[in-house]
């Protein structure tokens, strides 16, 4: 099981941007539909968007789409999320994930967490002026 490590985040202003990272420390995540998520304090864990490795489809959360992009690297050992135009309530922990083996990312079920089962340990983004 790859261990993802996640770097990134911080504080942004309002329209600002940022990247996230989420790695595996040099193996190869090419097998994997990797998924991020974000999360308030009492609210679901919701999914913004995932990555085929293997081929660099994706799909993005209406909430998100037009202002996240997710991409991995040439190695294919990390993916990214570059995050712009924040907002407020952008303001969440984000995660990155592994899907389950038989898991392809492409449709909006695509980002329910249940089909997710190896966490990053997540990293907090502030949105605020």
């Known amino acids: 099981q790859v261990h993802l490590v996640q770097s990134g985040g911080g504080l942004a202003q309002p329209g600002g941007s940022l990247r996230l990272s989420c790695g595996s420390s040099?193996?190869?995540?090419?097998?994997?539909?990797i998924g991020w998520f974000r999360q308030t304090p009492g609210k679901e864990r919701e999914g913004v968007s995932c990555?085929?490795?293997?081929?660099?489809?994706?799909y993005y959360a209406d909430s998100v789409k037009g202002r996240f992009t997710v991409s991995r690297d040439n190695a294919q050992t990390t993916v990214y999320l570059q995050v712009n135009n924040l907002k407020p309530e952008d303001t969440a922990v984000y995660y990155c994930?592994?899907?389950?083996?038989?898991?392809?990312?492409?449709?909006?079920?695509?980002?329910?967490?249940?089909?997710?089962?190896?966490w990053g340990q997540g990293t907090q983004v502030t949105v605020a002026s």
């Open positions: 990555i085929n490795v293997w081929d660099g489809s994706t």
């Open positions: 040099g193996l190869s995540l090419d097998v994997y539909a």
């Open positions: 994930a592994t899907a389950k083996p038989e898991e392809i990312c492409g449709t909006r079920n695509s980002l329910s967490k249940a089909k997710y089962y190896n």
